[in-house]
């Protein structure tokens, strides 16, 4: 069965500082890779999505990741991170067809000024 | 145009009774799926629905979950004898598989509490 990985359950950065959140997955045979966003209280949204092509994908608010198929990688990054990116991160996988998403276990990013 | 929505936002329950979770997912999507956020087991994934094929149920954690969709738009969650274990977020979700763009809207969730 699908499993997902992220490393940290944590990360404490301070404000305009980079950041880059970990995640693994356990296969690679076509799969479709996401990255949510929750904020407290609230639901969770997109930030950004790999299904096929360039392995760099950029999303919204500054965010990108790198697919790392021989790595079964697909890490979260922002250059300069600001106090309202403070949310939980969650890393997903679509294996192909399965169309359910498996999670992470999420990080929790805080951004301090 | 509206998100997904689910009501109620929060509910308390004493063990034993049974609730019911509604969700409205966006309109003239085909796909609806639950998950469960608890805090020891993160996001799980439950059931889901595409149009008229039979829903996969593999994530049902017990024969006490059950989950229906009526006219292929509103679902309902129904939780019976619910136990304190049972206390999570319940997120719903639709998409449009037609699109091809994999991704899931969220709705806000709803709280659930067994006392």
């Known amino acids: 069965a699908q499993s997902v990985t992220q490393l940290d359950s944590q990360v404490p950065v301070f404000e305009e500082a980079p950041v880059e959140l970990r995640c693994n997955y356990s296969?690679?045979?076509?799969?479709?890779l996401f990255w949510y966003v929750q904020y407290p209280n609230q639901g969770l949204q997109l930030l950004l999505k790999?299904?096929?092509?360039?392995?760099l994908v950029k999303g919204i608010n500054g965010f990108e990741a790198e697919f790392n198929k021989s790595q079964t990688s697909f890490h979260l990054r922002k250059p300069s991170v600001h106090i309202s990116d403070t949310a939980e991160y969650f890393c997903?996988?679509?294996?192909?067809?399965?169309?359910?998403?498996?999670f992470g276990k999420g990080t929790k990013l805080t951004v301090n000024p | 145009g509206a998100g997904v929505s689910q009501s109620p936002s929060n509910k308390v329950t004493e063990k034993g009774k049974d609730v019911e979770l509604r969700c409205d997912p966006i309109?003239?999507?085909?796909?609806l799926y639950w998950y469960r956020q608890s805090l020891g087991q993160g996001l799980e994934f439950l059931i889901y629905?595409?149009?008229?094929?039979?829903?996969?149920k593999s994530g049902l954690p017990s024969d006490r979950f059950s989950a229906e969709r009526t006219g292929g738009s509103v679902s309902t969650l129904t939780i019976q004898r619910t136990q304190q274990e049972d206390s999570a977020v319940y997120l719903c979700?639709?998409?449009?598989?037609?699109?091809?763009?994999?991704?899931?809207?969220f709705g806000p969730g709803t709280r659930l509490t067994v006392l």
């Open positions: 997903a996988v679509e294996q192909g067809g399965s169309e359910k998403l498996v």
């Open positions: 979700a639709s998409n449009s598989r037609r699109d091809r763009a994999h991704e899931q809207f």
């Open positions: 629905f595409q149009g008229n094929s039979a829903p996969d």
């Open positions: 296969s690679s045979v076509s799969v479709y």
């Open positions: 790999y299904l096929s092509g360039s392995t």
């Open positions: 309109s003239g999507h085909t796909a």
